[in-house]
Nanobody, 119 residues
Framework: QVQLVESGGGLVEAGGSLRLSCTASGRTFSRYLMGWFRQAPGKEREFVAA????????RYRDSVKRRFTISRDNVKNTVSLQMTSLKPDDTAVYYCAAETDRGVGYDCWGQGTPVTVSS
């Protein structure tokens, strides 16, 4: 089993920045795909960003491009999401996810860390 724990969420004013971190523990695999998702109140969970094991392939949803940066450290078993120019629409619980079995999709999720952006 792999456990994912997010941290770094909080309350920030519009235009501000936050850095979210996700640490994997237990049985870990350096090659697994990692992603960030978010779920705002009353809305469905949505994809935010993803990064493959080498860091060479990164994708973002259009609304966060140029504002968010995903990165990973396979030595420390962490993945981060640097968020800048935050908007109230970014308010959500942010979840870290991993695809621990290649080809099956995201099968491991953290508990989430809330991000609230005030206007």
């Amino acid at each position: 089993q792999v456990q994912l724990v997010e941290s770094g969420g909080g309350l920030v004013e519009a235009g501000g920045s936050l850095r979210l971190s996700c640490t994997a523990s237990g049985r870990t695999f350096s090659r697994y795909l990692m992603g960030w998702f978010r779920q705002a109140p009353g809305k469905e969970r949505e994809f935010v960003a993803a990064i493959n094991w080498s860091g060479g392939t990164i994708r973002y949803r259009d609304s966060v491009k140029r504002r968010f940066t995903i990165s990973r450290d396979n030595v420390k078993n962490t993945v981060s999401l640097q968020m800048t120019s935050l908007k109230p629409d970014d308010t959500a619980v942010y979840y870290c996810a991993a695809e621990t079995d290649r080809g099956v999709g995201y099968d491991c999720w953290g508990q989430g860390t809330p991000v609230t952006v005030s206007s």
